[in-house]
Structure formats: structure tokens, C-alpha cells
T-cell receptor, first 113, second 115 residues
Framework: GENVEQHPSTLSVQEGDSAVIKCTYS??????FPWYKQELGKRPQLIID?????GEKKDQRIAVTLNKTAKHFSLHITETQPEDSAVYFC????????????FGQGTTLQVKP | DTGVSQNPRHKITKRGQNVTFRCDPI?????LYWYRQTLGQGPEFLTY????????KSRLLSDRFSAERPKGSFSTLEIQRTEQGDSAMYLC?????????????FGAGTRLSVL
């Protein structure tokens, strides 16, 4: 079925530590994997994405890795800051040529000062 | 261009009433999506438009829900005979499909409360 699993559901780290969030997906045809950050009461904002032709992508303190064989991808945040505290969602287009996204359940990241 | 715009931001209604939400996508974006998000969950796909054509609907979209995108610009989502279970955040996203690009940008959503 259409499925994106995300773990953990909550993550608490000390400021300066790294945070890792993992997702698995069901559709081997999926070729695009975005990550969204959603602060309380605000819109989901795209923070990084990766396409199936690369295994890793970095943007300053944020990186995403993709393992197509295992059908999983991960978000890595280094040197975490309190403003990184938010809910993070992974997503993938599943069983679709329309680009509709299936989202993971979300990870609430708390960065303690 | 100020991004995807949705209104109203909040809507409180009584059970059984009809409500309509509006989404204005980023100009020139040919793809428009509606999602629903409940507390503690990720957005769930409802329906998709390419230009003015509605090309996909989720089975979550009961026949009380209808969406339109006249002229391929703004879109409306109407819920008839609202139920308490319809209470949620309704999000709109738009994108421009060009080659492999299909990045979806979200609006701030309309929060619906059905009393």
C-alpha cells in the first residue's frame, strides 16, 4: 500500500548535538524525497530534498541521505540550535504520476539550550 | 509573489453547515494539491489539479467534498453538511512541473472547527 514510515516520533537533544530522523517508503518507483519543517501554527516549509539519482545532499547544517535499495532516507541536522525545534515531516510520491506526496507521521524535535 | 495564499485562516461552523475555502497558488504554477492535516499527523492527500482539470481524488474525499479550479488559477474546496470529523487543517500546495522538478510549496492553511 501507500506508506511512508517515520521514526522517531519525538526527539530531544542538547543544543550543539546532532539529530537524525529516518523514513522508509513502500514504492520502489518513488524518485523524489522532500523534508518539510513545520513550526507550531505555521505552514510546512521545504528545507531540503533529494532525488533518486544521488545518495546524499548537504545544505549547511542539514543533510539527507538516500538508500534506494533499502528504500529508506534520513535527515541529519548537525550543531542543532533552539530554532531547529519544530515538527519535521518526510514525504515521497507513492503510486502516482501526479506528484502527490505521502507524508510520514512527523518527528517533534526539541533542542534544549 | 508572496507564495501560496489561503483564506480564511480559521473557520468555525456548526455541524450540518456548508463551508468553502479558497487557495491562490503561486502564479504560473500549473499543479495544485489539497491536503488535510489533523493534530499530530502529517498532511494527507485529498485531491490534485493540473491546470483546471481535477486528475486525482483520494478515497478520503467523500461526496460531501468538492473542489474546483476554474481557469486553472485559484481553487476552492467546499464541504457540505459538515461533520465534527471534518475538523482539521486544510492545506493547499502548488508546484510547477518542469522536467524532473515538482517542488510543492504550501499555504498556511485553513483551520476548520466543526461544533
Amino acid at each position: 500500500g501507500e506508506n511512508v514510515e517515520q521514526h522517531p516520533s519525538t526527539l530531544s537533544v542538547q543544543e550543539g548535538d546532532s539529530a537524525v530522523i529516518k523514513c522508509t517508503y513502500s514504492d520502489s518507483a518513488s524518485n523524489y524525497f522532500p523534508w518539510y519543517k513545520q513550526e507550531l501554527g505555521k505552514r510546512p516549509q521545504l528545507i531540503i530534498d533529494i532525488r533518486s539519482n544521488v545518495g546524499e545532499k548537504k545544505d549547511q547544517r542539514i543533510a539527507v541521505t538516500l538508500n534506494k535499495t533499502a528504500k529508506h532516507f534520513s535527515l541529519h541536522i548537525t550543531e542543532t540550535q533552539p530554532e531547529d525545534s519544530a515538527v519535521y515531516f518526510c514525504a515521497a510520491p507513492i503510486s502516482s504520476n501526479t506528484g502527490k506526496l505521502i507524508f510520514g507521521q512527523g518527528t517533534t524535535l526539541q533542542v534544549k539550550p | 509573489d508572496t507564495g501560496v495564499s489561503q483564506n480564511p485562516r480559521h473557520k468555525i461552523t456548526k455541524r450540518g453547515q456548508n463551508v468553502t475555502f479558497r487557495c491562490d497558488p503561486i502564479s504560473e504554477h500549473n499543479r495544485l494539491y489539497w491536503y488535510r492535516q489533523t493534530l499530530g499527523q502529517g498532511p494527507e492527500f485529498l485531491t490534485y489539479f493540473q491546470n483546471e482539470a481535477q486528475l486525482e481524488k483520494s478515497r478520503l474525499l467523500s461526496d460531501r467534498f468538492s473542489a474546483e479550479r476554474p481557469k486553472g488559477s485559484f481553487s476552492t474546496l467546499e464541504i457540505q453538511r459538515t461533520e465534527q470529523g471534518d475538523s482539521a487543517m486544510y492545506l493547499c500546495a502548488s508546484s510547477f512541473r518542469s522536467g524532473r522538478e515538482n517542488i510543492q510549496y504550501f499555504g498556511a492553511g485553513t483551520r476548520l472547527s466543526v461544533l
